[in-house]
Structure formats: structure tokens, C-alpha cells
């Protein structure tokens, strides 16, 4: 499940993909978004896509509507922490999040933040 992601400008996708994200997904004050934080989360992610729920519930994935490639970059860290917006008594401590450790600084909430202690609340992978 990809919970989020960081813009790809290459040959497919190139700068009117971005263009088009921007204008999708624009900011609380109306102006474009860093394009950095523009698909921080779930909903910003859904958001600058043009997706919406009832395009994909309880359907199968369907490429020709969504082409999602990989594109061989591979992480040198990955990061792994707790979940975000998990209720309290929901297990919220485990550590079922995994993070490109050289896009932490881009991510809804950083799990390098300050005040954040490796061992206890993210290992590295």
C-alpha cells in the first residue's frame, strides 16, 4: 500500500505531470505547494493524482487508469516507525512504517524529527 510518495519528473512523466499535480493539490492559502510536500500522506498523495474513492473501491487495480512503475531506484536506509493516525489502544506502537531514509525530511511527519530516539521510536534498516 503506498501511503505517500515524493513527485518523478522523467520522459513519462515529465513537467506537465508536475504541472498537473500542482493545480490538482494546492495549497490551504490557495498557491501552488512545495512539490516536495505535495504528496506528503495519503490524502495530499490521492489529492494531487486526481483520485478519488469511488473511482477504486472495492475494485481491482486497474494499470491502464494508474500506471505505477518501478523505476530501479533502490534506498541505501530505510526507516522503520510507527504507523501515523492510529487511535490510542489500536496499536499504535508498531512499527509498521517504512520510510526512504533520504525522503524523511519530505514526509508527513519525519521520523528523524527532533526528540525522536533510535531504538525506541524507529529503527534503522
Not at 508536475?18 to 490524502?43: E, F, I, V, Y
Amino acid at each position: 500500500m503506498i501511503k505517500s510518495a515524493y513527485p518523478w519528473v522523467d520522459e513519462l512523466s515529465g513537467p506537465a505531470s508536475l504541472a498537473q499535480m500542482l493545480l490538482n493539490n494546492p495549497g490551504a492559502n490557495g498557491q501552488p505547494r512545495p512539490s516536495q510536500k505535495l504528496c506528503a500522506g495519503q490524502t495530499l498523495l490521492c489529492k494531487a493524482l486526481g483520485l478519488k474513492v469511488p473511482m477504486w473501491d472495492a475494485k481491482r487495480f486497474d494499470q491502464e487508469l494508474l500506471f505505477v512503475e518501478d523505476v530501479g531506484q533502490t534506498p541505501t536506509q530505510i526507516i522503520q516507525t510507527t504507523r501515523l493516525g492510529i487511535p490510542s489502544g489500536r496499536d499504535e506502537h508498531l512499527m509498521y512504517r517504512f520510510v526512504d531514509a533520504g525522503y524523511a525530511p519530505y514526509c508527513t511527519r519525519n521520523p528523524l524529527r527532533r526528540g525522536q530516539v533510535e531504538g525506541r521510536d524507529y529503527f534503522l534498516i
